[in-house]
Nanobody
Framework: QVQLVESGGGSVQTGGSLRLSCAAS????????MAWFRQAPGKQREGVAS???????SYSDSVKGRFTISRDYAKNTLILQMNSLKPEDTATYYC??????????????????WGPGTQVTVSS
């Protein structure tokens, strides 16, 4: 079992920044991949960024160059630094983890453990 809790969401204006954190606890073997997903009202859940246990990262095209994912292994924390935010980044952001080492890293259906989510709102 893995427990995940996100924090750091909020409201910012276009061009602003936010830093999301995800506190993780439980089975470390089920955290080979960790990732951030987001879901806006009426839209499908979208993979934003992922990082494996070796530090290899992957980003969706929509956030590449603006968002940075990282892991603090000492604090068991997953971080998403979001810069140059746009209104289209508005969504509920979820932290997720999985044990599976193969398969697309931004495919939500391959993830086993999820946090409750944190809201990010970007106004124009």
């Amino acid at each position: 079992q893995v427990q995940l809790v996100e924090s750091g969401g909020g409201s910012v204006q276009t061009g602003g920044s936010l830093r999301l954190s995800c506190a993780a606890s439980g089975d470390t073997n089920s955290r080979y991949f960790m990732a951030w997903f987001r879901q806006a009202p009426g839209k499908q859940r979208e993979g934003v960024a992922s990082i494996d246990i070796h530090g290899t990262t992957s980003y969706s095209d929509s956030v590449k160059g603006r968002f940075t994912i990282s892991r603090d292994y000492a604090k068991n924390t997953l971080i998403l630094q979001m810069n140059s935010l746009k209104p289209e980044d508005t969504a509920t952001y979820y932290c997720a983890s999985r044990k599976l080492r193969i398969g697309p890293s931004l495919l939500w259906s391959l993830y086993n453990y999820w946090g409750p989510g944190t809201q990010v709102t970007v106004s124009s």
